[in-house]
């Protein structure tokens, strides 16, 4: 089983649509989450860190689940310019030595 | 705003030639990582540094791949001999803090190795 796991997609959705995408982790002791977002042929970018309490920014909403393994990212009122890959990111392992482990990343397209 | 500065940009290598690439995280930040993406999937782990010190290397191709941080600042990855599965984005990023509450990672431009 991979570490950080993401349904690649792409999921195809019109303007102003809510889209939500799920990352499962495998390491129980992981207690930092982010959410990146990355265009094509460019480097990832932070979009939000995931709190226990969950995160709002505008229209977005990251959300952790710690009994069932995973985060969550919601968008609401999707804009053409949302369109890009949204990647997890997990701290890897317990311990002093943790490791930053990214998903694949799933790959959004808004459509007019 | 503070920046991760990579380069270079792009580079063209033939297969079995050296290739080197540099990275200098945002001031202060003591942790810094380097990652490998290839088209479509997610940025791989290839190494993280804690200060001058590797923590992790456990997906580092080491017959190859080589990598320092000796003051504990930049940091150089070293591919030697280049193959042509070695075509791929390296990305450096840095945190100001890793463990179990480590902090965001923020990551450079990155360097597109194509390899011929």
């Known amino acids: 089983r991979k570490e950080v796991e993401q349904d690649p997609g792409p999921f195809n959705v019109p303007e102003g649509a809510t889209v939500a995408f799920n990352c499962t982790y495998s390491n129980s002791a992981s207690q930092s989450f982010f959410w990146y977002r990355q265009d094509c042929r460019k480097e990832p970018k932070l979009l939000m860190s995931?709190?226990?309490s969950g995160n709002e920014d505008g229209r977005f909403t990251a959300q952790l689940n710690r009994a069932s393994q995973y985060i969550s990212l919601l968008i609401r009122d999707s804009k053409l310019s949302d369109s890009a890959t949204y990647l997890c990111?997990?701290?890897?392992?317990?311990?002093?030595?943790?490791?930053?482990?990214f998903g694949t990343g799933t790959l959004l397209a808004v459509q007019p | 705003e503070a920046e991760v500065a990579q380069s270079p940009r792009y580079k063209i290598t033939e297969k079995s030639q050296a290739v080197a690439f540099w990275c200098d995280p945002i001031?202060?930040?003591?942790?810094l990582y380097w990652y490998r993406q290839i088209l479509g999937q997610g940025p791989e782990l290839l190494v993280q540094?804690?200060?001058?010190?590797?923590?992790?290397d456990s997906q580092l191709p080491k017959d190859r791949f080589s990598a320092e941080r000796l003051k504990g600042v930049d940091s150089t990855l070293k591919i030697q001999p280049a193959e042509l599965g070695d075509s791929a984005m390296y990305l450096c990023?840095?945190?100001?803090?890793?463990?179990?509450?480590?902090?965001?990672?923020?990551f450079g431009q990155g360097t597109r190795l194509t390899v011929v």
């Open positions: 995931v709190y226990s």
């Open positions: 990023a840095s945190s100001s803090r890793s463990g179990v509450q480590s902090t965001e990672a923020f």
């Open positions: 990111a997990v701290n890897g392992y317990g311990g002093a030595t943790n490791k930053l482990i």
């Open positions: 540094f804690q200060d001058e010190s590797v923590v992790d």
């Open positions: 001031s202060g930040h003591a942790t």
